[in-house]
């Protein structure tokens, strides 16, 4: 039967449509993979639409082998997402299956009705089997997204090969398999799940992308921390609410004379401060803790559950640390040092309240002569880390009332 020229638009549309996958890459998207696949489907879809008289299954042979191929090229692109091993021997195996069972169909039965439904079913395994791995290890919003898309066109094919067992016979003429009811059917599968698909693909692409850049407008490029609202957003997170309780011990630092370290040695060094002083207190911090760089040399810590004791204790450390490190250019005048000011959130206080009292303890440690730690009074544990009791110069309690500073003794 005649070819009409609507018949050509099921596999121009799906070539259209991988063109257009394959052409995002160049705007900064991972997506020419899932291309590949669509443009290796029309290419299957296309030679069905070329009839031939020839006894033998050549044709039917590789248009169907271009469409199985098309579906693990797809599942391939799916694993790629989450690091997944790519089994070539299985692939090989998934073609070569599909390969006899068409010739089977072809020169045992003469039927177009056998070859689409061994050719679905190798697709179905496929899918099905592309999905469990992948959903095992999908993890967010977008492969989530496209974990359904596969359980779906699993399903639709799954659903469609238990027809196509039911399915009578056609005709034995050229084209009458591909005018029927059930080549309709086929073409339309295909048509439909490569647009699901390319939907599928440029909404989860389109997630990620405004997910990437909401992360690095939350994140401090110099340091890889957070910057002031990355910590805001992550405060106003349900991971926020654990911070923002009594017993959250905040630390403020910062670098001391940052401006001549600037002047002294140049920008570039400069930054390279910033970026091992904040290496530095992220490594002194807690997992459960947060680390932020708030502008300029100025960072902050969060630590919840945390007692006075063991947060100054963590910004003792931090301060010591900083003063230890070596530098390119090791000279006395190359060693650098960090204030902190260190509070607890108290209950029925603000968290903003108790950011206002570090801050405060950060600048007295500053009128103090720097390099030091800055605490509000309290009563002190005689279970501290002995090390500790070795820089008792550098950590001094200040009465929160009278604003009156004292060297903390013992520590």
Request: glycine share 6%.
């Amino acid at each position: 039967m005649p070819v009409a020229l609507l018949d050509w638009a099921v596999p121009v549309t799906i070539l259209l449509s991988g063109l257009a996958l394959i052409a995002m890459r160049y705007l900064g998207f991972a997506t020419s993979r899932w291309g590949y696949a669509l443009c290796c489907l029309s290419i299957g879809f296309a030679l069905m639409l070329i009839e031939t008289n020839y006894a033998t299954p050549f044709k039917q042979i590789v248009e169907d082998n271009f469409i199985v191929a098309s579906v693990i090229l797809a599942c391939r692109a799916l694993n790629d997402r989450v690091q997944l091993n790519n089994n070539i021997a299985f692939d090989l195996t998934m073609l070569l299956t599909s390969t006899i069972m068409v010739a089977i169909s072809r020169t045992m039965f003469d039927s177009a009705r056998l070859e689409t439904l061994f050719v679905q079913a190798c697709c179905a395994f496929v899918l099905w089997r592309g999905y469990i791995r992948f959903s095992i290890l999908a993890a967010t919003k977008s492969d989530k997204i496209l974990s359904f898309t596969f359980l779906l066109l699993a399903m639709v094919l799954t659903g469609q090969c238990l027809l196509y067992i039911a399915a009578s016979e056609t005709e034995r003429l050229s084209g009458a398999w591909r005018t029927s009811v059930w080549g309709n059917l086929v073409q339309f599968t295909g048509l439909i799940g490569s647009i699901t698909l390319v939907f599928s693909v440029v909404i989860a692409t389109t997630y990620e992308a405004i997910e990437k850049y909401r992360r690095y407008a939350n994140l401090d490029p110099l340091t890889n921390l957070l910057n002031r609202r990355g910590l805001d957003a992550v405060l106003a997170s349900a991971q926020g609410e654990r911070l923002k309780k009594p017993a959250t011990a905040i630390i403020l630092a910062d670098i001391d004379h940052f401006k001549a370290i600037n002047d002294r040695f140049g920008h570039s060094f400069g930054d390279l401060v910033i970026k091992r002083f904040g290496a530095l207190v992220q490594s002194h911090t807690t997992t459960q803790g947060c680390v932020a760089r708030l502008g300029g040399e100025e960072f902050a810590v969060l630590l919840p559950d945390t007692c006075l004791d063991d947060a100054i204790a963590a910004a003792e450390k931090m301060r010591r640390s900083f003063a230890a490190e070596r530098w390119p250019c090791d000279r006395k005048e190359s060693e650098f040092t960090a204030s902190f000011g260190v509070a607890l959130v108290e209950d029925g206080e603000a968290l903003s309240t108790a950011f206002e009292r570090a801050d405060q303890f950060l600048y007295a440690a500053k009128r103090m002569g720097r390099n030091r730690v800055a605490a509000a009074k309290h009563v002190w544990r005689e279970t501290l880390d002995p090390s500790l009791q070795l820089g008792h110069d550098n950590v001094v309690y200040i009465d929160r009332v009278t604003n009156e500073s004292t060297h903390r003794p013992g520590v």
